[in-house]
């Protein structure tokens, strides 16, 4: 079992900088740095869509609508996923939800992102 907790969400102008975190909680005998972990995000009406992720090697994938406006990283040590969000669109407004994959799929409660013109 792992418990993700998501945080760093607000209000910011366009064009501004934010920072989600996502703080993991993973159950003794396993460890977090073997989790593929990512963002995800759901506009209002629209469905969940994929944002980027980060595997266990430190490779990362990103959605053509962030490329080269977002940073995914990682601190297994503090087993933490960072989502550095910069050049921000109100497009980018949404519900920023954490994923950790391995054999199964969890997610934590997310975080509010507005971004306003």
């Known amino acids: 079992q792992v418990q993700l907790v998501e945080s760093g969400g607000g209000l910011v102008q366009a064009g501004g900088s934010r920072r989600l975190s996502c703080v993991a909680s993973?159950?003794?005998?396993?460890?977090?740095?073997?989790?593929?972990m990512a963002w995800y995000r759901q506009a209002p009406g629209k469905q969940r869509e994929f944002v980027a992720a980060?595997?266990?090697?430190?490779?990362?994938n990103y959605a053509d609508s962030v490329k080269g406006r977002f940073t995914i990283s990682r601190d297994n040590a503090k087993m933490t996923m960072y989502l550095q969000m910069n050049s921000l669109k109100p497009e980018d407004t949404a519900v920023y939800y954490c994923?950790?994959?391995?054999?199964?799929?969890?997610w934590g409660q997310g975080t509010q992102v507005t971004v306003s013109s």
């Open positions: 994923n950790a994959a391995l054999r199964d799929d969890y």
């Open positions: 993973v159950d003794s005998g396993m460890s977090f740095y073997i989790y593929t």
């Open positions: 980060i595997n266990s090697a430190g490779s990362t």
